[in-house]
């Protein structure tokens, strides 16, 4: 389609402003533009079938099934978003007087309880912008510790080989060298490796539970006690927190601080670029380390954003967790679960799952087999799961697991819903070998078909230019 100044018209408008009845104020000519705004001119029945057809190129949750691994792209409430919309929220200015705030103080402050009672933790705070900015913020608590007991020796910190991305890249941030360690048969952290990379070097170790392929391990009390024998400080990446979330808590687990997605965890609208929050909590002596928002009663505490970081989101996971209360967070965190391994039964005997047993609220498809007899490649069956309606699931993560598809049905989906996801990915299965040469052009129905995804990461095109 074209792009909204592709479609502009000279002298096409939508608005009719009525003549002015004050008396006018002119700029200072020091800061008035030499050329117009080059904006596009349309009318208001041109811009509304412009984002229409916007829309109906876009696949969300709203629109059909979306399996995406490890980002628990769940429908989200609609009371969420209009709590959020309330003008006391969106009208408040952040430099308003702290005596008029004390609506946004009680928000954040019943928050910080209820998700500190979830997790096991003692204090939180809600400034960072996203879970990788959780992430730093989490490390940056381990580093705060050390340094303040004079412990400079302790420069490393270890990851696991099925971590997230954000994870070894958080660590490198934060200027210790990441050591990774290997994952045994089973999935879990192999605890041989995991007690090779400990020694009085190690500031700490930063771990997902359930981890990337959908397993909750068994050994997570072992490892945390290895860690702290060892002097480290143990770090929970909480973007598989939907899978436990008022069943076990992390605090119990042996973690120190823990960072979650509450844009994914608890309703807010994922993906886009925004908005997010990674709130980050801790247990009690790494509380005087945290950031403080301009909304605490503490001064002088260093910020890692300004004000009190993503406020409406706050509002919208408090909205979350008032209308689930203690027995509806469970209760999802159970759904969720049933419905991975419920999707993951009725594949049996079709695709070969990567670690065949009970999984938690994800599971990975290993797709070698398939590839290795058809010539048909995971991104073949992800970008032919779109024709038939399906968003892809992720592909090729974790890295420990070839030609991978990682599923993640979430809570809020049917049994309806998936049954027939397990009917298309099974005719898939079966096209693979009547008919690979479509499923290696896929999709077929979409405004765009393949793109070279290589060219596009390296020479994006970001940029129009009228010409």
């Not at 946004?104 to 933790?121: F, Q």
């Not at 994922?270 to 403080?292: D, E, I, M, R, S």
């Amino acid at each position: 389609m074209k792009l909204i100044f592709e479609k502009s018209v000279p002298g096409r408008r939508c608005t009719i402003l009525p003549a002015c009845d004050v008396e006018t104020a002119a700029l200072p000519e020091s800061l008035r533009r030499s050329d117009k705004p080059d904006l596009p001119q349309l009318s208001e029945t041109d811009i509304s079938r412009h984002y229409t057809e916007l829309c109906h190129q876009v696949h969300g949750v709203n629109c059909g099934f979306y399996p995406l691994g490890s980002c628990t792209m769940k429908y989200n409430p609609r009371i969420d978003e209009e709590m959020a919309a309330l003008p006391g929220f969106t009208n408040c200015h952040p430099l308003a007087p702290r005596e008029s705030l004390a609506g946004m103080r009680h928000v954040l402050d019943t928050a910080r309880e209820y998700l500190c009672e979830i997790t096991g933790m003692d204090g939180m705070t809600f400034q960072p912008a996203a879970g990788a900015h959780g992430e730093f913020t989490g490390v940056l608590l381990i580093k705060q510790y050390h340094d303040a007991r004079g412990d400079k020796k302790r420069t490393k910190i270890i990851v696991p080989d099925s971590a997230h991305g954000t994870n070894p890249a958080t660590a490198a941030m934060c200027g210790y060298e990441v050591v990774n360690i290997a994952s045994g048969p089973d999935g879990c952290v192999d605890l041989e490796s995991l007690k090779a990379a400990l020694g009085d070097d190690t500031a700490g170790l930063m771990l997902t539970n359930p981890n990337t392929v959908g397993i909750f391990d068994k050994n997570i009390l072992e490892i945390t006690r290895l860690v702290h024998e060892a002097g480290g400080l143990c770090y929970y990446d909480g973007a598989n927190l939907n899978a436990v979330m008022g069943i076990v808590r992390p605090g119990d687990m042996g973690f120190d601080c823990i960072h979650m997605n509450l844009h994914k965890t608890f309703a807010t609208p994922h993906g886009g670029g925004g908005p997010g929050a990674g709130a980050v909590g801790c247990k009690a002596f790494l509380t005087p380390y945290l950031p403080h928002s301009a909304l605490a009663e503490e001064e002088g505490h260093i910020q890692v954003r300004s004000f009190m970081g993503n406020f409406l989101v706050v509002v919208r996971a408090l909205t979350y967790l008032l209308t689930l209360g203690r027995q509806g967070i469970p209760e999802a965190a159970q759904n969720a679960v049933l419905n991975a391994n419920y999707l993951q039964e009725k594949l049996r005997g079709t695709f070969q799952p990567a670690y065949d047993r009970i999984c938690m609220h994800e599971f990975v498809l290993d797709l070698s087999g398939l590839k290795k007899e058809t010539g048909v490649s995971a991104l073949d069956v992800a970008k032919s799961l779109i024709d038939e309606g399906i968003h892809p699931p992720t592909m090729y993560f974790p890295l420990i697991v070839h030609e991978a598809l990682m599923l993640e049905p979430t809570e809020t989906e049917g049994p309806e819903v998936l049954d027939q996801a397990a009917e298309v990915l099974r005719m898939l299965y079966q096209r693979a070998y009547d008919d690979p040469e479509a499923m290696h052009d896929a999709p077929h129905h979409m405004p765009i078909g393949r793109p070279d995804e290589v060219k596009a990461a390296r020479h994006p095109v970001l940029r129009w230019k009228r010409a």
